[in-house]
């Protein structure tokens, strides 16, 4: 597998057409690439840009679930399912006193992009949105698939057997984040590459494009065994203890 940044594109303004662009600059692709595209550049395309005085206005109206708050730090769940700070509002890359939001609907951005890229070169090539993501119980941040398009996100290997011949019950690896990771490690913030190509992973890449995109990666709420934050949990428990005790 070799990872690399496309050089030249240019500043991203609303209404560009990233397909273009990402086109003009890639070069010669190959089939089974890989094109990693920093949400950032999606959002400021879509013209996803509000007023910095407006930062916790916009969180608010991206969210459609508190999970946990602490100091100034709101964790929320946004309207496609993703659990994130701040909703995902960020002021890093983009013009002073101005915040963007994130993209509307990432799949939908990335199967445009993906249909458009596909018709130009005539191979099959994937498409993955990527974001910075904190986690739970780990420090630092990482790039992780927001959305996706002709790209195999998990790869389910449950029911095969590993090297000891004992089967494997449970094990989906998070390709799609695996490759958002892997390109964050050779684009740049500061130095405007904001898109790579990841090649070698033909296997990856599928022949039609799937309209679930990146959502098999999101955990389902019947699922999440960690539903609220500590202390959200504690404040329902007491309350629902105080209306016990109350009787009918």
Not at 114 to 124: K, S
């Amino acid at each position: 597998m070799t990872v690399w940044a496309i050089e030249g594109l240019p500043e991203i303004a609303p209404g560009d057409d990233l397909a273009v662009l990402i086109g003009d600059a890639a070069g010669e692709l190959q089939d089974g690439d890989i094109l990693a595209v920093t949400s950032k550049i999606v959002s400021k395309a879509e013209g996803r840009i509000v007023q910095a005085a407006d930062r916790e206005d916009a969180i608010t109206a991206e969210t459609v679930r508190v999970v946990a708050t602490r100091g100034g730090t709101r964790i929320v769940e946004n309207a496609w399912g993703q659990i994130m700070a701040a909703a995902g509002v960020d002021a890093s890359n983009t013009a002073d006193g101005t915040v963007l939001l994130l993209p509307a609907d990432p799949d939908a951005s990335a199967r445009s992009m993906c249909l458009a890229l596909r018709e130009r070169f005539g191979i099959r090539l994937g498409v993955v949105i990527t974001d910075t993501f904190g986690r739970p119980w780990r420090e630092g941040q990482t790039d992780v698939a927001l959305g996706a398009a002709g790209v195999r996100v998990l790869d389910d290997l449950r029911g095969t057997r590993d090297a000891a011949g004992h089967e494997l019950r449970v094990t989906q690896p998070a390709v799609g984040d695996e490759i958002a990771a892997a390109a964050d490690l050779v684009k740049g913030k500061a130095n405007g590459t904001p898109v790579a190509v990841v090649r070698g992973l033909g296997h990856l890449v599928t022949e039609e494009i799937d309209p679930d995109g990146a959502q098999p990666l999101v955990r389902k709420a019947d699922a999440d065994m960690f539903r609220v934050g500590s202390t959200e949990a504690w404040d329902e428990g007491y309350r629902a203890g105080l209306q016990a005790g109350q009787g009918p």
